[in-house]
């Protein structure tokens, strides 16, 4: 079973268009993360959700809103597709408080085109 | 956030122990070191963590430098699959923001 998984895997679309990517985990973790990696491999959080709440939103744009149904899913939406945007996005999750480790999705490669 | 130095790559044998350092000169009483790596195509994946004591785990040991300025990772039997960029991270807890930096690629030869 996938700890953390992600969909699409990859997602290729046109400038413009605005797409969703979901993550899922099944660690009965409270705390759900959205990280970006750009093609210089730098990788920067974006957002964190606890117990379906947001508690860190870095500087991102407006057109990126994310989204937690429940505790054991954060959805990213962007709106308005730019080629800045093009990454590899990966979700993560963890337990709340204390020293747990974060556990990653396998990510998901946006191209913008 | 508490800045770390690593050096940009690094190269092993297979089944050769393996030393990662870590300079971190600005740490707080606090801030706990943690280790997360990422092998190609993949998401990072947690390695250990530690405060002050030594720690050693099944995938790896740490080793902190007395005044905590300075960490070392020690894979002690390399394999291909540690192939990896490593990734040294300042926090209070892992439960809030991890802030990446350049990390070390270590390449593992056969």
């Known amino acids: 079973d996938t700890a953390v998984s992600q969909t699409p895997k990859y997602l290729v679309t046109q400038m413009g268009n605005d797409k969703s990517i979901k993550c899922e985990q099944n660690?009965?973790?409270?705390?759900m993360y959205w990280y970006k990696q750009d093609s210089k491999k730098f990788l920067k959080i974006m957002f964190s959700?606890?117990?379906?709440?947001?508690?860190i939103n870095e500087t991102v744009p407006n057109r990126f809103s994310p989204k937690s149904p429940d505790k054991a899913h954060l959805n990213l939406h962007i709106n308005s597709l730019e080629l800045g945007d093009s990454a590899v996005y990966f979700c993560?999750?963890?337990?709340?408080?204390?020293?747990?480790?974060?556990?990653f999705g396998p990510g998901t490669r946006l191209t913008v085109l | 956030d508490a800045k770390t130095t690593q050096p940009n790559s690094m190269e092993s044998n297979e089944e050769e122990p393996v030393h990662l350092p870590c300079n971190h000169s600005?740490?707080?009483?606090?801030?706990?070191i943690h280790w997360y790596r990422q092998l190609p195509s993949q998401g990072p994946e947690y390695v250990i963590h530690?405060?002050?004591s030594n720690v050693n785990n099944r995938m790896a040991s740490l080793a902190i430098a007395e005044d905590r300025k300075s960490s070392t990772l020690i894979l002690h039997r390399a394999t291909l699959r540690d192939a990896a960029v490593y990734y040294c991270?300042?926090?209070?807890?892992?439960?809030?923001?991890?802030?990446f930096g350049e990390g070390t690629q270590l390449t593992v030869n056969p």
């Open positions: 660690l009965g973790h409270d705390t």
């Open positions: 530690g405060l002050t």
């Open positions: 991270i300042l926090d209070v807890t892992s439960g809030s923001r991890l802030t």
């Open positions: 600005t740490i707080s009483g606090t801030d706990y």
């Open positions: 993560a999750s963890t337990l709340a408080g204390g020293l747990n480790e974060q556990f």
């Open positions: 959700y606890n117990n379906k709440e947001l508690i």
